[in-house]
């Protein structure tokens, strides 16, 4: 399972449908079921293509974040998913009804197929378990055929491809920082060879120089092992820097769809030019920001 | 100097323990800048980097290791009435709004007490009719009186703090990064608004935050902190379009630009081993 | 006025199946307690004859030495209920003094207190509050209140603050770094005015808590001290009536109509009182209520067949 071969000819398949679609949400549509009902998400149809970056932006509350749970069947009560279809296109060829999964198959799916980065996700490391052993246990329960062996060098691969010493396996989670245990917790969203990761707002949390390097190593990954990425976040400007296409949302629907560069130069709708006007330019006309601002 | 908050040579040290010794962060090393009437300083730095101890020490919060807070020049290292006095002068505006106001009390209580507090003479009628004259200044209005916190988004919530830092009658406020944790929309709003009173009050505002952006067209003059020390200052222009500390300019580059599009994918690309892939 | 009283609604317990059954139990035996003792008979006539097994002339029957069982648990509940509210109140204020001035203020004065509180915690609490009751029964000059179910309860809330002290504090030491705290010092209160205006309210929902439960602790001290024979002799409490059911071997002439009722009301109250308690708490962790009542919203909304895909996280 895990010899060069296969690994050669996945990455064939990969370079062969690159483009082509990976995840297909039809008009999903999420209720919480309390009273009143709140509609979160309202009829979304999107489409992930193999290998890109998806960045899907909007203030709190606009239902990203519960569109992104629902895609990996991740809701939590009271959500209830009331309409729609997601499928999954592997690589190989089948088209996986993400709907219709239910326990082992979906505890498979997850992880193997689509991986997910929250925003506090560094935080979800177990405290008292060393990094190696936790990049194990992703193993374990997922590849047991896999040797001990096998495992550690998967796991030392795995750091060094996100940047962290991989002598810091043996290292607790509070003897790292915030940004290396983000990277830690992007490492083990890989693990699996991903074909999708979900991001959730992966590096709000952290300040601006640890984001960075955060998001530059992100975008190396992607080229390196051509997974394609749902990114969550409110911060327009990054995405338009990052992305290869946008979706805007607001209260649960998809409002403005389209390239980074249609969205930045081009936006159709009002709220979208609303949301990019928010972020002042940092090297634009001075005081152009503030109204009437100091001279 | 007359008329200004001055921070004098200000170091603030913690004690953190390690294991059974005791090691010193020095959170601010002798930071030294004055702020004046009509004018706008933005300390500018990442988390840790010691700016809201900064805004701590000035607001009264904490007390420096060494140097001092001076107010129209006088030293300012008192307690009991005097310190009133001076708190009737220097105000503060706190990052999150959801927690910076009490969820037991109504609105009115939260602007009405340092009205009272500051001004006792006044009748409970006029604590009211300026209560309502403050919400009215930040575009809320006297219907808000008689809300509570948690009836409030967290635009309004952040109006209200400010309401409540004029209440006293102050001169210089201390904003610590006040839209930080507001959503991108209404940012603008509640930082036009802090700009509009601060031209009509003549308040001197020290913006603090870690938005390159927001700090050059929303202030006068940047300080740029970075472990504690200042590393960089002038005026807002200057720091941003042609910042001269390493610091400064990473900071500068790390920040999202969307006229830089697609640009990270392209370096990226060129640095992979095996060429670029083509779509 | 109203303005300050505009927080308590949002500190009420919501209604619900736990609190409704907790309150009605709660209700039914403080009104025995004090509506039952003004018609019953006599609880101290000893003229009716022995052992009688319950009747129409007496409810309960009647003890070894001829008491009315009846009125000896009416006159008991209240006696149970008069030491367990006056020893959880007394628990309760000596919480709060050391709890929260300990949390609130900190420093030399937190380690002061806390030391305090830690030596009555490890102190065993039965054990203490014997020999304190022995001691202080002993004592010369204290006549009739040497052995006064008031004295016994004020023993009772001196032993028995020092756990909700220490949740207090845990609690008073998170509200004091709140952001709207650091905002009442810079807008000039001062330090009681902070902790009586703008903690204290937001800690009321767990001092109920604390309270309740203080209450709890109470009528079960009373309970065990009346037990063991170190309870108040010239009050009838439930203990005293299970003190008197023992040594009167009722058990062993199968008497049950002498030590079942006032086991029972102990029972009783004590469930009640920890079904209000659990209301409470769902205000102080609101994630204790909302939890499961997601749940069940999903589950019923997706047998309802709205759902399209099975049920969440853990499906």
């Given at each position: 399972m895990s010899g060069t071969p296969l690994r050669q000819a996945q990455d064939e398949a990969l370079r062969r449908t690159r483009g082509e679609a990976v995840l297909t949400a039809t008009n999903v549509s999420i209720t919480y079921a309390v009273e009143p009902p709140v509609d979160a998400v309202r009829e979304v149809s999107l489409t992930l293509h193999r290998g890109e970056i998806l960045g899907l932006a909007g203030e709190s509350g606009c239902g990203k974040t519960t569109f992104a749970y629902g895609v990996n069947r991740l809701l939590k009560a009271p959500a209830v998913m009331t309409s729609g279809q997601v499928i999954f296109h592997d690589v190989d060829g089948t088209d996986i009804d993400v709907t219709a999964l239910s326990g082992e198959q979906l505890r498979r799916f997850r992880w193997d197929k689509v991986s997910m980065v929250f925003q506090g996700s560094m935080n979800s490391l177990n405290p008292v378990m060393n990094v190696r052993k936790q990049l194990h246990d992703v193993f374990t329960t997922h590849r047991p055929q896999m040797s001990r062996g096998e495992r550690e060098q998967r796991s030392r691969d795995l750091l060094a491809l996100v940047g962290v010493d991989p002598g810091r396996l043996a290292a607790f989670p509070h003897e790292l920082s915030g940004g290396m245990r983000q990277r830690v917790m992007i490492a083990m969203a890989l693990a699996l060879d991903p074909q999708v990761m979900i991001m959730d707002e992966p590096t709000t949390a952290l300040d601006v120089l640890v984001q960075r390097g955060i998001i530059r190593e992100l975008m190396r990954l992607r080229e390196r092992l051509g997974f394609a990425v749902i990114f969550i976040t409110h911060d327009l400007p990054l995405l338009i820097e990052i992305s290869d296409r946008i979706a805007i949302m607001r209260d649960g629907r998809i409002i403005e769809q389209g390239t980074a560069d249609e969205i930045y130069h081009n936006p159709s709708q009002p709220y979208t030019k609303q949301l990019l006007s928010s972020f002042p330019s940092l090297t634009g006309a001075r005081g152009g920001f503030v109204r009437g601002g100091a001279q | 100097m007359s008329n200004s908050l001055e921070v004098r040579h200000l170091c603030k040290d913690f004690r953190l323990r390690r294991g059974v010794h005791f090691d010193t962060l020095?959170?601010?090393?002798d930071a030294n800048f004055v702020l004046e009437p009509g004018h706008t300083v933005a300390l500018v730095g990442e988390s840790g980097s010691g700016k809201s101890t900064i805004a701590r020490i000035i607001a009264k919060l904490e007390t420096p290791t060494s140097g001092e807070v001076l107010l129209d020049g006088a030293a300012t290292n008192f307690s009991g009435a005097k310190l009133a006095g001076y708190r009737r002068q220097v105000q503060m505006v706190f990052q999150d709004p959801f927690a910076s106001l009490n969820p037991f009390h109504s609105i009115a209580h939260h602007i009405e007490r340092p009205l009272r507090i500051h001004h006792p003479e006044l009748s409970t009628a006029e604590v009211r009719r300026r209560a309502a004259e403050l919400l009215e200044k930040v575009q809320?209005?006297?219907?808000?009186?008689?809300?509570?916190?948690?009836?409030?988004s967290g635009g309004q919530r952040q109006r209200v703090a400010i309401a409540r830092a004029l209440a006293p009658g102050a001169r210089f406020i201390i904003a610590d990064e006040?839209?930080?944790?507001?959503?991108v929309s209404i940012r603008v709003g509640v930082l036009n608004l802090l700009a509009e009173l601060q031209r009509s009050e003549g308040l001197g505002v020290l913006y603090i935050t870690h938005d390159l952006a927001t700090a050059r067209h929303f202030s006068d003059e940047i300080l740029v902190m970075h472990r504690g020390v200042i590393v960089e200052r002038g005026p807002a222009d200057d720091v941003i379009l042609?910042?001269?500390h390493e610091y400064t300019k990473a900071l500068r580059e790390a920040a999202a630009d969307p006229d830089r599009l697609g640009r990270l994918r392209d370096e990226v690309r060129a640095e992979q081993p095996g060429g670029t892939h083509e779509d | 006025m109203a303005d300050r009283l505009a927080g308590i609604r949002y500190l009420l317990p919501r209604w619900s199946g736990k609190l409704g059954t907790g309150l009605i139990m709660v209700g039914l035996i403080i009104a025995f307690g004090l509506v039952a003792p003004l018609f019953a008979a006599d609880p101290r006539d000893s003229s009716n004859k022995g052992l009688l097994p319950p009747s129409g002339s007496h409810l309960l029957g009647t003890t070894k030495l001829g008491y009315d069982v009846f009125s000896q648990l009416a006159t008991g509940t209240r006696g149970s209920l008069y030491v367990g509210l006056l020893g959880g109140i007394s628990a309760m204020l000596l919480a709060i003094l050391f709890g929260i001035l300990a949390g609130y203020f900190g420093g030399w004065l937190d380690e002061i207190l806390m030391l305090i509180t830690n030596i009555m915690l490890v102190i065993p609490g039965l054990p203490l509050v014997m020999v304190i009751a022995a001691y202080v029964q002993n004592?010369?000059?204290?006549?009739?209140?040497?052995?006064s179910s008031t004295l016994v309860a004020l023993i009772l809330g001196v032993t028995g603050w020092a756990g909700s002290a220490v949740v207090l504090r845990a609690q008073a030491r998170s509200l004091r770094t709140r952001e709207y705290v650091a905002a009442a010092r810079v807008a000039g209160e001062h330090g009681l005015r902070i902790i009586f205006v703008e903690i204290l309210p937001n800690l009321v929902p767990l001092i109920a808590a604390q309270l309740i439960f203080g209450v709890m602790a109470a009528v079960l001290g009373e309970a065990g001290l009346s037990y063991l024979g170190l309870g108040p002799t010239n009050s009838i409490t439930l203990g005293t009536m299970l003190n008197d059911a023992q040594t009167g071997q009722a058990v062993g002439s199968r008497a049950w109509w002498w030590f079942v009722p006032p086991g029972a009301v102990i029972a009783l109250l004590g469930t009640g009182l920890a079904l209000v308690n659990f209301a409470i708490d769902e205000i102080v962790n609101p994630k204790l209520r909302l939890a499961p009542q997601a749940a069940r919203r999903q589950r019923r909304a997706t047998k309802a067949g709205r759902g399209v895909a099975g049920g969440g996280a853990f499906a």
């Amino acid at each position: 399972m895990s010899g060069t071969p296969l690994r050669q000819a996945q990455d064939e398949a990969l370079r062969r449908t690159r483009g082509e679609a990976v995840l297909t949400a039809t008009n999903v549509s999420i209720t919480y079921a309390v009273e009143p009902p709140v509609d979160a998400v309202r009829e979304v149809s999107l489409t992930l293509h193999r290998g890109e970056i998806l960045g899907l932006a909007g203030e709190s509350g606009c239902g990203k974040t519960t569109f992104a749970y629902g895609v990996n069947r991740l809701l939590k009560a009271p959500a209830v998913m009331t309409s729609g279809q997601v499928i999954f296109h592997d690589v190989d060829g089948t088209d996986i009804d993400v709907t219709a999964l239910s326990g082992e198959q979906l505890r498979r799916f997850r992880w193997d197929k689509v991986s997910m980065v929250f925003q506090g996700s560094m935080n979800s490391l177990n405290p008292v378990m060393n990094v190696r052993k936790q990049l194990h246990d992703v193993f374990t329960t997922h590849r047991p055929q896999m040797s001990r062996g096998e495992r550690e060098q998967r796991s030392r691969d795995l750091l060094a491809l996100v940047g962290v010493d991989p002598g810091r396996l043996a290292a607790f989670p509070h003897e790292l920082s915030g940004g290396m245990r983000q990277r830690v917790m992007i490492a083990m969203a890989l693990a699996l060879d991903p074909q999708v990761m979900i991001m959730d707002e992966p590096t709000t949390a952290l300040d601006v120089l640890v984001q960075r390097g955060i998001i530059r190593e992100l975008m190396r990954l992607r080229e390196r092992l051509g997974f394609a990425v749902i990114f969550i976040t409110h911060d327009l400007p990054l995405l338009i820097e990052i992305s290869d296409r946008i979706a805007i949302m607001r209260d649960g629907r998809i409002i403005e769809q389209g390239t980074a560069d249609e969205i930045y130069h081009n936006p159709s709708q009002p709220y979208t030019k609303q949301l990019l006007s928010s972020f002042p330019s940092l090297t634009g006309a001075r005081g152009g920001f503030v109204r009437g601002g100091a001279q | 100097m007359s008329n200004s908050l001055e921070v004098r040579h200000l170091c603030k040290d913690f004690r953190l323990r390690r294991g059974v010794h005791f090691d010193t962060l020095h959170a601010v090393a002798d930071a030294n800048f004055v702020l004046e009437p009509g004018h706008t300083v933005a300390l500018v730095g990442e988390s840790g980097s010691g700016k809201s101890t900064i805004a701590r020490i000035i607001a009264k919060l904490e007390t420096p290791t060494s140097g001092e807070v001076l107010l129209d020049g006088a030293a300012t290292n008192f307690s009991g009435a005097k310190l009133a006095g001076y708190r009737r002068q220097v105000q503060m505006v706190f990052q999150d709004p959801f927690a910076s106001l009490n969820p037991f009390h109504s609105i009115a209580h939260h602007i009405e007490r340092p009205l009272r507090i500051h001004h006792p003479e006044l009748s409970t009628a006029e604590v009211r009719r300026r209560a309502a004259e403050l919400l009215e200044k930040v575009q809320l209005g006297a219907a808000y009186l008689e809300r509570r916190p948690h009836e409030l988004s967290g635009g309004q919530r952040q109006r209200v703090a400010i309401a409540r830092a004029l209440a006293p009658g102050a001169r210089f406020i201390i904003a610590d990064e006040p839209v930080s944790m507001l959503d991108v929309s209404i940012r603008v709003g509640v930082l036009n608004l802090l700009a509009e009173l601060q031209r009509s009050e003549g308040l001197g505002v020290l913006y603090i935050t870690h938005d390159l952006a927001t700090a050059r067209h929303f202030s006068d003059e940047i300080l740029v902190m970075h472990r504690g020390v200042i590393v960089e200052r002038g005026p807002a222009d200057d720091v941003i379009l042609n910042p001269q500390h390493e610091y400064t300019k990473a900071l500068r580059e790390a920040a999202a630009d969307p006229d830089r599009l697609g640009r990270l994918r392209d370096e990226v690309r060129a640095e992979q081993p095996g060429g670029t892939h083509e779509d | 006025m109203a303005d300050r009283l505009a927080g308590i609604r949002y500190l009420l317990p919501r209604w619900s199946g736990k609190l409704g059954t907790g309150l009605i139990m709660v209700g039914l035996i403080i009104a025995f307690g004090l509506v039952a003792p003004l018609f019953a008979a006599d609880p101290r006539d000893s003229s009716n004859k022995g052992l009688l097994p319950p009747s129409g002339s007496h409810l309960l029957g009647t003890t070894k030495l001829g008491y009315d069982v009846f009125s000896q648990l009416a006159t008991g509940t209240r006696g149970s209920l008069y030491v367990g509210l006056l020893g959880g109140i007394s628990a309760m204020l000596l919480a709060i003094l050391f709890g929260i001035l300990a949390g609130y203020f900190g420093g030399w004065l937190d380690e002061i207190l806390m030391l305090i509180t830690n030596i009555m915690l490890v102190i065993p609490g039965l054990p203490l509050v014997m020999v304190i009751a022995a001691y202080v029964q002993n004592t010369e000059g204290l006549g009739e209140f040497a052995r006064s179910s008031t004295l016994v309860a004020l023993i009772l809330g001196v032993t028995g603050w020092a756990g909700s002290a220490v949740v207090l504090r845990a609690q008073a030491r998170s509200l004091r770094t709140r952001e709207y705290v650091a905002a009442a010092r810079v807008a000039g209160e001062h330090g009681l005015r902070i902790i009586f205006v703008e903690i204290l309210p937001n800690l009321v929902p767990l001092i109920a808590a604390q309270l309740i439960f203080g209450v709890m602790a109470a009528v079960l001290g009373e309970a065990g001290l009346s037990y063991l024979g170190l309870g108040p002799t010239n009050s009838i409490t439930l203990g005293t009536m299970l003190n008197d059911a023992q040594t009167g071997q009722a058990v062993g002439s199968r008497a049950w109509w002498w030590f079942v009722p006032p086991g029972a009301v102990i029972a009783l109250l004590g469930t009640g009182l920890a079904l209000v308690n659990f209301a409470i708490d769902e205000i102080v962790n609101p994630k204790l209520r909302l939890a499961p009542q997601a749940a069940r919203r999903q589950r019923r909304a997706t047998k309802a067949g709205r759902g399209v895909a099975g049920g969440g996280a853990f499906a």
